[in-house]
């Protein structure tokens, strides 16, 4: 499904999964997409986002808020961490060694999952761009299909922001389908 992303769609994917590691989480979802797309500039979503007020660290803040209230910890994946090294796998080393060969950043583990509702989002985001009639993903048509998929905690954090979703969805059609009801 990812080739038929956008170049700009794909560094909001992978903006997601970077910030699910630097909030320490071991899983990506709705929160983190939306993350990605309000920290990939110069995108249709992150201009549509941007006119409604939605930016990267108001985003950030409302994300780390509202999952420390829903006791959701931020582990950076210390239960795969710890099962490793108790047969003898030092995940750290492993990554001092790849930084050290590959650069900073090279080795990040565990590499987080996507969520019910993440996964349900990035499908909403293919019928989205079907349904306009285009053939490559855009973070215009992420951003549709968080929106349409009605669920998961980066709607929450919209919410929070005080952005409609309806205006959100609004204003990206208006971008690129003018014409579409």
């Known amino acids: 499904m990812f080739e038929f992303f956008t170049e700009c769609a794909r560094r909001a994917v992978v903006a997601s999964q970077d910030e ?5 989480h071991d899983f990506i979802g709705t929160e983190h997409i939306l993350l990605g797309l309000a920290a990939t500039e110069d ?15 108001r985003v950030r803040e409302e994300t780390v808020r509202l999952l420390e209230a829903a006791g959701v910890p ?3 994946g210390q239960p795969a961490k710890d099962a490793l090294a108790s047969i003898g796998i030092n995940v750290e080393e492993i990554k001092r060694q790849a930084d050290s060969s590959f650069g900073p950043g090279a080795f ?3 590499r987080p999952a996507y969520t019910a509702h993440a996964k349900k989002a990035l499908e909403c985001t293919l019928r989205e761009a079907k ?16 929106l349409a ?7 929450d954090v919209l919410a929070a922001m005080g952005a409609d979703p309806s205006g959100l969805r ?5 971008q690129v389908a003018p014409n579409h009801p």
Not at 43 to 57: F, M, N, P, R
């Open 131 to 146: 349904a306009l009639g285009h053939d490559r993903f855009g973070t215009e048509h992420v951003l549709l299909g968080l």
């Open 108 to 110: 990040q583990y565990p």
């Open 170 to 174: 609004a204003a990206v059609l208006a």
């Open 149 to 155: 998929a009605g669920e998961g905690r980066g709607l």
């Open 74 to 76: 931020s582990t950076g």
């Open 43 to 57: 995108s249709t979503a992150w201009e549509v986002l941007t006119a409604q007020g939605v930016v990267l660290e």
């Open 20 to 24: 699910a590691i630097a909030l320490g």
